[in-house]
C-alpha cells in the first residue's frame, strides 16, 4: 500500500558527501518508523540508521559519526546524509518504512559508489 521511491545515490570520490532521499506515497507517514538498510554479503539487509515516529535516532556502529539521518514530515521524506565516504561503502542502499500490524515496505534499492 505504501510505495517507497529512493534518489540521490551515484558515484562519487572516498571522502566525499551523497545525500540519500526516500519519499512515500500516503497520508500516514509521521506515523511510520523509518530507516536505511544497506545489501550485505548474500542476501543479507544490514542496519545503517532509523529515525522513529517519536524522533528516536540510532545509527549502525560503523557509520556513527559520518552518517546523519533525518526527516520532514511535510514532505513524506527521510533523508541520509553521508559524509567522508569509504570505497567499503558501496552498496545498495533500501528505504524502509514500518509501522507493526499496518506495514513493513521495501523501497527498490538505490546504488552507492565510492571509487578510492
Known amino acids: 500500500q505504501v510505495q517507497l521511491v529512493e534518489s540521490g545515490g551515484g558515484l562519487v570520490q572516498a571522502g566525499g558527501s551523497l545525500r540519500l532521499s526516500c519519499t512515500a506515497s500516503?497520508?500516514?507517514?509521521?506515523?511510520?518508523?523509518m530507516g536505511w538498510y544497506r545489501q550485505g554479503p548474500g542476501n543479507q539487509r544490514d542496519f545503517v540508521a532509523g529515525?522513529?515516529?517519536?524522533?528516536?535516532?540510532d545509527y549502525g556502529d560503523f557509520v556513527k559519526g559520518r552518517f546523519t539521518i533525518s526527516r520532514d514530515n511535510s514532505k513524506n521524506t527521510m533523508y541520509l546524509q553521508m559524509n567522508c565516504l569509504k570505497p567499503e561503502d558501496t552498496v545498495v542502499y533500501y528505504c524502509?518504512?514500518?509501522?507493526?500490524?499496518?506495514?513493513?515496505?521495501w523501497g527498490q534499492g538505490i546504488q552507492v559508489t565510492v571509487s578510492q
Open positions: 529515525i522513529m515516529s517519536g524522533g528516536k535516532i
Open positions: 524502509n518504512c514500518f509501522r507493526n500490524g499496518e506495514v513493513n515496505e
Open positions: 500516503g497520508s500516514r507517514f509521521s506515523l511510520y518508523d
